[in-house]
């Protein structure tokens, strides 16, 4: 076994579990892969599509146009619903795409040792039992129970949002999908695949059901009531017209027209069109969204409850303002570098003469500019 304070390289490795051990467990539990997402056939993605409140409209109005015999507003409306079932299709097999081309960051192989031999593997043969041995740059596996380690230290931040590397020692876990970025370690294997931390999480993530986002909650508000209200318009309509002698045929004719005209065929194909732009715009910043209403979501925030949120979006973090008795002071300074300075007011205080003789936000600056912990 290795110990903890000695390289790895000054000591023997252990024999580690054999090939046909290896292939047993291999058969018996199955590669060391998370369970693919479903696949999403063409027919659902277009279903999805035009269950939108307001494509549910025009689709009914292209049926009534149809059957008037109106064809060119039939073809108008058509097209328009195909145009925005299109581009939301193509935007959801681009981003499924994206996400599937990020598959190809995890690790494609690892080290372990069998027979007593070090060896590199594709990671999805390595089983439960495996002697894994880590080294700077690596992608962990694997869960892995350490056993030996040497100045070890690893990123963790794509499991729990911690920007800065941590020491791991002997007698410690580390999760699968985490990067050691300096040191030894050797441990043995002890989850594999979706029950690892990390099958774990994406497990929960896909099956978590989003809810509508701000924009699909008042595009469907806004179907409703426009639905509702043309249906009552042209109700009293026909019935006004019926009082004052029309024909039944006539005014039938004229409160389905009503309908028609009152449905705002060009809205969908307008949200569609912003939204794609807006899509390509993050698409240029390397953020491909998987559904075109979601490129609205994150404008329609206001609050954003969540500790260290440097660590979310530039994987740093440095205060930003401070509030004390006497006012409110904003902190000059990026990252983690300790320089900048402190204004009030538009105007640059030094907090050891400034703030009072406490010093609190003097006290309270100085460690979150220094650790950000």
């Given at each position: 076994m290795l110990t903890i304070s000695v390289p790895a390289t000054d000591v023997a490795p252990p024999g580690g579990i054999t090939e046909e051990a290896a292939g047993r467990h291999l058969r018996d539990e199955g590669p060391n892969l998370l369970d693919a997402a479903p696949a999403h056939r063409l027919s659902?993605?277009?279903?999805?599509?035009?269950?939108?409140?307001?494509?549910?409209?025009?689709?009914?109005?292209?049926?009534?146009?149809a059957v008037l015999g109106d064809y060119p507003d039939t073809a108008v409306i058509a097209l328009v619903v195909i145009v925005n079932t299109g581009i939301g299709v193509w935007q959801e097999v681009r981003a499924d795409r994206a996400i599937a081309a990020l598959d190809g960051l995890a690790a494609p192989t690892a080290r372990v040792v069998r027979d007593g031999v070090d060896r590199i593997v594709p990671v999805s043969e390595v089983v439960r039992g495996?002697?894994?041995?880590?080294?700077?740059?690596?992608?962990?596996?694997?869960?892995?129970?350490?056993?030996?380690?040497?100045?070890?230290?690893?990123?963790?931040?794509?499991?729990?949002?911690?920007?800065?590397?941590?020491?791991?020692?002997?007698?410690?876990?580390?999760?699968?999908?985490?990067?050691?970025?300096?040191?030894?370690?050797?441990?043995?294997?002890?989850?594999?695949?979706?029950?690892?931390?990390?099958?774990?999480?994406?497990?929960?993530?896909?099956?978590?059901?989003?809810?509508?986002?701000?924009?699909?909650?008042?595009?469907?508000?806004?179907?409703?009531?426009?639905?509702?209200?043309?249906l009552l318009m042209s109700a009293v309509v026909f019935v006004l017209g019926l009082l004052t002698g029309r024909g039944t045929v006539e005014m039938a004719v004229t409160a389905v027209s009503l309908v028609v005209a009152a449905v705002p065929e060009s809205m969908p194909a307008?949200?569609?069109?912003?939204?794609?732009?807006?899509?390509?715009?993050?698409?240029?910043?390397?953020?491909?969204?998987?559904?075109?209403?979601?490129?609205?979501?994150?404008?329609?925030?206001?609050?954003?409850?969540?500790?260290?949120?440097?660590?979310?979006?530039?994987?740093?973090?440095?205060?930003?303002?401070?509030?004390?008795?006497?006012?409110?002071?904003?902190?000059?300074?990026?990252?983690?570098?300790?320089?900048?300075?402190?204004?009030?007011d538009g105007k640059i205080v030094v907090p050891d003469t400034d703030l009072g003789p406490d010093h609190h936000l003097e006290r309270r600056l100085r460690p979150a500019h220094r650790e950000h912990s």
């Open positions: 659902t993605r277009v279903a999805r599509q035009l269950t939108d409140p307001l494509v549910v409209l025009l689709i009914a109005a292209a049926v009534v146009t495996d002697r894994a041995l880590l080294a700077a740059g690596d992608i962990v596996p694997a869960d892995i129970a350490l056993d030996g380690t040497y100045r070890l230290r690893l990123d963790e931040s794509a499991m729990t949002g911690e920007a800065q590397p941590v020491d791991r020692e002997a007698g410690q876990e580390v999760s699968a999908g985490t990067v050691v970025v300096a040191g030894r370690g050797a441990g043995t294997v002890v989850r594999i695949g979706s029950a690892s931390a990390l099958g774990r999480i994406v497990g929960l993530v896909r099956g978590t059901r989003p809810g509508p986002t701000p924009l699909q909650r008042r595009l469907a508000r806004l179907g409703r009531v426009l639905g509702v209200a043309v307008v949200v569609t069109l912003a939204l794609a732009l807006g899509a390509r715009r993050m698409a240029r910043a390397k953020a491909i969204p998987r559904r075109l209403r979601s490129v609205e979501t994150l404008g329609s925030v206001t609050v954003i409850a969540a500790d260290k949120t440097g660590t979310l979006t530039e994987g740093r973090m440095a205060v930003q303002e401070a509030v004390t008795s006497d006012g409110g002071y904003v902190i000059h300074g990026h990252g983690y570098t300790p320089e900048g300075h402190v204004s009030k």
